[in-house]
Every structure is written in C-alpha cells, then in structure tokens.
C-alpha cells in the first residue's frame, strides 16, 4: 500500500514537471505569437491590450495619489532651497543697489548744485523734420545750404539744424517751403562751445573755410589734438552737449576744429526745434 | 482540513500575496514621480520579484502568474505585446534552472546569481526591441537600468522577505 502510494506521487511529481516544462514552452510560444499579432497591428491583440489597460490604470491613478502627495514634498523642498538661494541673491543684489542709490542721491545732489551754478534750464522736448538739401552755397563768402520743407510743416527761424546728431548750422530765414540754413563754416557763424574733455569754454567761429576756429579759449587752455567740441547751450540757441567737430590742429595759438560731417557730403538734415528759438526772437523783438 | 468558507478565501488570499505584492510593485513601477532621467532610473521591479518568488516560493508563484504579470507590464509599458511574456518566463526559466545552486547559499550569492538572470533578460529585451522596432537601444540607458535594477534588489528582498517571514511561513501554505 505504502509503495504503491510512493510510486503514485513519483508518477504525480514527473506529471508536475511535464506540465509546467509544457506551460512554459506554451507560454514562450504565446509570447512569440503575441510579438508578431502586435507587429501585425492585429485587432485582438489591441483589444487585449486596452482591456488590461483599462483595468488597472485606475488601480495606478489611486496609487498616483500618494505620488503625488511625495512628488508636492519634494517640489515643495526644492522650492524651499530656490526662495532660499534667490532670497541670499537678492540681499546681494539689493545692497548692491543701496550702494548705487546712495552714490545716484549724492550725483543728484552735486548735479543740481552744479545747475544752479551754472543756471542750467533742462530743454524742453524736441521737435524733429527732416528736410532735404535741394541746393548749397558755399563760396568764399558764404557757407550756407537751401533745404525744402513742405508749407504745412512749421519751421522757427533759429531752430538747430542737424546731421547724424552733430551741429551742422542753424536756420537762418525761412522762404516759403525753403529754409536757408546758415552752416557753422559760415564766418557769421559763431558758436559758444566747451571743450568735451576739459569743460573749457570758447567761441566757435567759421571762417568761410572747410575748418573752424576755436576762439576765447584762453592762452593756457588745456586743449589737445582730438578734443571733442560740443555747444555749450549758453546764448540760448543751442542746447548743451551737442557734437560739432574735433581740434584737428594746434599752432601759434590757434586752434583750428574740423567738422564731424563734412558739409559738401550733406543730402538730408534734421531741423531740430528744441523751443529756445522762442526765447531769442522775443528776446530780439 | 479547512473549517469553513472564510478560512478557505483567506487561505487563498494568502496564497496569491507574492503575485498581488509583485501586481503592487509592478504598479509603483509606472507611478510617473516627476524625477529628472525617471526613465532611465526606473528599475525593473517585475523581474526583481519574479526572481525572489520563484526562487523561494515556487509553490506559490507558477507560470502562470509570471505570465500574467508579462501581460501587465505589456499593457502598462506600451512595449510590443508579448515581450514581457517572454522575458519573464526566461527570467522563471533561467530561474528554476539554476536556482538550485544559489537557493541555500548567503545572499550575496542570490544577488549574484540575479545579477546573472538580469543580465539574460536585458539582452533578450534589448535583442528583443531590436528585431521588433529595427532600432538599437542606447547601450548606455540600458546599462543605467540593469545597474539600477541590480543595486535596487536587495532593497526589495528584503520587503518580500518580510511578506514571507510574517505572512507566508503558515505550514498550511506549503504544498505537499
């Protein structure tokens, strides 16, 4: 009986073998079959698919929630570290810019001193046309330009005429829809100026000639080749700051500029009216 | 001799934990944790456990389930259908194979011997995608994988060995 039984269970384990090599030899064939019915882009195959899908996504969006909820710690410490880093920037920055401010208060301070000294007014806006040169009269005794603009612009007489932001004359009569502009080379022309560099102040006059003299500087004036000549806005016609040419030669006392832009190459102008000209005419009359 | 109805359902409960905590990890698995580089760190938790269970719990662990469990990680992958069929039943394979000769050893030994069955199992996936897409995976992401896979594996034995000491070691859940 007890043999019998023994041999029952051998016979019973050897059953147990054979099915599970058979399963699994079934299972790796079902599995291949699988790959190529889904290669195959078979219907059942992505039916399957999408029932297990369906099945257990769920299952993985109640499991999300813990994620997430590990996910909000996570974004939550790395935020916290962020505002801690930009906090310990800005701190930097912001007395970085205490530092600036501080140094801004003490400029504005010297600078409004400075403008009182100097009874310095703020120009007012500027108006910009741009005209073009339709004839030019430069002789030997006369540098002046003709521009044309159009009736309905309103042009001052006086207003800064400009090229490529440097001074190149103002406007000395108006005719209709052309403007005669009186060029720095004119020898009517005379500029009050400061030397860029120095502040030194002098009188820029034209002499007829494609250079221009720097006059009034005084006999020991710091002035150099290469000094930049700007207006110095005293007079009231030109406002300060503006570019008209740089010292090109030194000799025997006098100092000669050479315009930015030669005038012969001007096609086009920008007649500038800064609202100065109002105070000379009235100033005239 | 089961009492009655209840003592035969928790029984049977008891009996598919391995495959329902292998069902829980696979899950986790494909959680997204918003992780910079998640793909490539994500480990292959199937075949971690598919590894842990046949090796120690045959009995409770069959073809079957690993199939089943292919199924899902096929669905959930959006692999080609079929190719975690194959792969864990090579790993079961190779498993009850060669098992013997890592089954009473210290675990080092085992973790080894996974090192092993993991690696299979990688080339036969990375062969695998290889024929089915015409692509070649970066060997270098599949590499971060097997690394994170093989690193993250005493982690999990030790969780499942806790599931069998304290859940599993009932005499009644042994076959005869």
């Known amino acids: 009986m007890v043999k019998r039984r023994r041999v029952l269970f051998i016979q019973l384990s050897q059953f147990r073998?054979?099915?599970?090599?058979?399963?699994?030899?079934?299972?790796?064939?079902?599995?291949?079959?699988?790959?190529?019915?889904?290669?195959?882009?078979?219907?059942?195959?992505?039916?399957?698919?999408?029932?297990?899908?369906?099945?257990?996504?769920?299952?993985?969006?109640?499991?999300?929630?813990?994620?997430?909820?590990?996910?909000?710690?996570?974004?939550?410490?790395?935020?916290?570290?962020?505002?801690?880093?930009?906090?310990?920037?800005?701190k930097q920055e912001l007395f970085q810019f205490n530092r600036l401010k501080k140094k801004h208060q003490a400029l504005k301070i010297e600078n409004d001193v400075l403008s009182q000294m100097?009874?310095?007014?703020?120009?007012?806006?500027?108006?910009?046309?741009?005209?073009?040169?339709?004839?030019?009269?430069?002789?030997?005794?006369?540098?002046?330009?003709?521009?044309?603009?159009?009736?309905?612009?309103?042009?001052?007489?006086?207003?800064?005429?400009?090229?490529?932001?440097?001074?190149?004359?103002?406007?000395?009569?108006?005719?209709?829809?052309?403007?005669?502009?009186?060029?720095?080379?004119?020898?009517?022309?005379?500029?009050?100026?400061?030397?860029?560099?120095?502040?030194?102040?002098?009188?820029?006059?034209?002499?007829?000639?494609?250079?221009?003299?720097?006059?009034?500087?005084?006999?020991?004036?710091?002035v150099v080749v290469g000094d930049r000549i700007v207006t110095s806005g005293i007079g009231g016609i030109f406002p300060s700051d503006l570019e008209i040419g740089y010292v090109s030669q030194i000799s025997q006392g006098e100092i000669e500029v050479q315009p930015i832009i030669p005038i012969e190459s001007i096609e086009y102008v920008e007649i500038v009216d800064y609202g100065l000209t109002d105070t000379l005419l009235r100033d005239n009359n | 001799?089961?009492?009655?109805?209840?003592?035969?359902?928790?029984?049977?409960?008891?009996?598919?934990?391995?495959?329902?905590?292998?069902?829980?990890?696979?899950?986790?698995?494909?959680?997204?944790?918003?992780?910079?580089?998640?793909?490539?760190?994500?480990?292959?938790?199937?075949?971690?456990?598919?590894?842990?269970?046949?090796?120690?719990?045959?009995?409770?662990?069959?073809?079957?389930?690993v199939a089943l469990l292919g199924m899902i990680c096929d669905a959930l992958s959006g692999a080609p259908f079929g190719m975690n069929i194959f792969v864990l039943t090579l790993v079961y394979l190779l498993t009850i194979t060669y098992g013997r000769y890592v089954n009473t050893k210290p675990f080092i030994i085992s973790w080894i011997g996974f090192a092993l069955v993991l690696l299979a199992a990688f080339c036969m996936k990375w062969l695998l995608v290889l024929i089915y897409e015409h692509t070649l995976l970066s060997f270098w992401h599949v590499l971060i994988s097997y690394i994170v896979t093989v690193l993250v594996y005493p982690m999990l034995a030790r969780i499942n060995i806790f599931i069998q000491n304290r859940y599993l070691s009932n005499e009644e859940l042994f076959d005869e």
């Not at chain 1, 369906?54 to 570290?81: E, N, T």
């Not at chain 1, 005429?161 to 502009?181: A, D, K, L, P």
Request: aromatic fraction near 12%; glycine fraction near 4%.
């Open chain 1, 118 to 222: 100097l009874h310095y007014t703020p120009p007012p806006e500027a108006s910009y046309v741009t005209a073009k040169v339709i004839a030019g009269q430069g002789d030997s005794f006369a540098h002046s330009i003709v521009a044309y603009v159009p009736e309905t612009v309103h042009i001052k007489k006086g207003s800064v005429v400009m090229n490529q932001e440097t001074v190149i004359g103002r406007v000395e009569s108006i005719h209709g829809e052309y403007v005669r502009i009186l060029l720095v080379s004119d020898i009517n022309s005379k500029i009050p100026v400061f030397n860029k560099r120095t502040r030194g102040r002098g009188i820029l006059s034209g002499n007829n000639s494609s250079k221009l003299s720097l006059l009034f500087m005084g006999s020991d004036a710091d």
């Open chain 2, 1 to 65: 001799m089961h009492d009655s109805l209840t003592d035969i359902a928790l029984l049977s409960f008891k009996r598919s934990i391995p495959f329902l905590s292998t069902l829980f990890f696979v899950l986790v698995d494909y959680v997204p944790f918003h992780i910079p580089l998640a793909h490539y760190l994500s480990p292959d938790l199937a075949c971690c456990c598919v590894y842990f269970w046949v090796l120690y719990r045959l009995d409770l662990f069959g073809i079957f389930s």
């Open chain 1, 17 to 90: 073998v054979f099915v599970r090599k058979l399963a699994v030899t079934i299972i790796f064939f079902a599995a291949l079959l699988l790959l190529v019915l889904s290669k195959a882009d078979s219907a059942h195959v992505n039916k399957a698919e999408d029932f297990v899908s369906r099945m257990l996504y769920p299952v993985i969006r109640v499991l999300q929630i813990p994620a997430d909820g590990i996910y909000f710690c996570y974004d939550s410490i790395r935020d916290i570290v962020k505002v801690y880093h930009d906090n310990k920037a800005l």
